[in-house]
């Protein structure tokens, strides 16, 4: 799987990296443009992805009849249900494939924020992975070792288990002067093993000069927000992250709730599962780079209005009245052809 982000990611981590140039080297601007422009990418499978959904609605009552008939006899039923299939034009697995490219495409997008260092600043991997993996390990015997030392690196540093996720970290560390504060917590040996490789991604990190910052300074998207009980002493400008995250969401999640609400009256509410998923962001988003938070805001937002002006054009009942529009014009084309043919008969005769 990783093999196949890098593939998908080296030239969209090219796009990220110039679109950051064209907007003055900000971080933050290039993700809402990279996401905007994915999202508008992504139309055409979002549509064929609403066309085989409605295709599936508009066959389910001969589906129904066809389960009827055939009882508990899979094999007919499957035989059956194939040739309804074929018969009406419809992929039996047409709503699949959008569906996992999109999430193969998120997913890789979703890489491609939490690496920065990687597919933009283009920072030599070797080097990179001997600071990351290195830090990770010196945690993990943390620990196992020591519990309350782990608990302050995890607190002082941000640092999250797994190396390939602490990019955003790396930037932290080095423009934020923590290097002395990662030797402490190494200790001189293991320092020292990644010290010239950390260096040169301070260095490279500082000719590529990406800004990370979000529209003030004090909110830094390399930082990882903690949150914490006593809100008005410890509350900080990262903590806007995670809550615009969980907005953006629930933002999307009432719209869309609202226009199924209006293509179906019927449909069940799923209010429970809306209120879910954006508390869910917010959890996690206290525990992430403040640019990943920032990534799901966009996504939220852009996607949820690009689906509800999918679900305007496309939605089930537009399409359907389509279909039905389409059906009926070849009945009375073929009903027309009919006529004339009974109508030259007649004539013939008659002459």
């Known amino acids: 799987m990783q ?10 981590g090219w796009v990220l990296e110039n679109l950051a140039n064209i907007f003055g080297g900000s971080f933050a601007a290039a993700v809402f443009v990279f996401t905007l422009l994915i999202n508008v990418v992504l139309i055409p499978l979002n549509i064929k992805s609403q066309k085989s959904s409605v295709q599936q609605t508009r066959i389910k009552p001969k589906l129904d009849e066809i389960k009827k008939e055939c009882g508990d006899d899979r094999q007919k039923y499957s035989q059956e249900t194939q040739k309804l299939y074929q018969e009406e034009g419809v992929s039996m697995g047409g709503g699949c494939l959008p569906l996992i490219l999109r999430m193969v495409l998120m997913l890789s997008i979703y890489w491609l924020i939490l690496s920065p260092l990687t597919y933009m600043t283009g920072v030599d991997k070797a080097k990179l992975e001997n600071v990351t993996d290195t830090i990770s390990t010196s945690m993990s015997d943390m620990r196992k070792n020591d519990k309350d030392k782990y608990e302050n690196f995890k607190k002082e540093l941000s640092w999250r288990d797994g190396g390939s996720y602490n990019e955003l970290n790396v930037v932290n560390i080095i423009r934020n002067d923590k290097e002395e504060l990662l030797e402490k917590y190494l200790g001189k040996k293991k320092f020292n093993k990644i010290e010239k490789d950390l260096a040169y991604v301070a260095k490279k990190d500082t000719e590529v000069g990406i800004d990370y910052s979000f529209i003030i300074k004090e909110i830094n998207l390399t930082e990882t927000p903690k949150f914490s009980m006593n809100i008005f002493r410890d509350a900080k400008w990262i903590w806007t ?30 209010a429970g599962m809306m209120l879910m998923m954006p508390l869910m962001t917010l959890f996690i988003g206290f525990g992430m780079p403040g640019g990943v938070a920032f990534y799901w805001a966009c996504s939220s937002l852009i996607g949820g209005f690009i689906q509800l002006g999918v679900q305007y054009f496309y939605g089930p009942h537009k399409m359907l009245a389509r279909e039905r529009a389409k059906e009926l014009s070849a009945r009375c084309k073929f009903e027309e052809g009919q006529i004339k043919k009974i109508s030259a008969k007649t004539q013939s005769e008659a002459e």
């Open 3 to 12: 093999a196949l982000f890098n593939i998908i990611n080296v030239p969209l």
């Open 241 to 270: 992250m995670p809550v615009l995250a969980f907005l953006s969401q629930m933002l999307s999640s009432v719209l869309s709730m609202k226009m199924q609400k209006k293509i179906n009256p019927d449909a069940p509410s799923m």
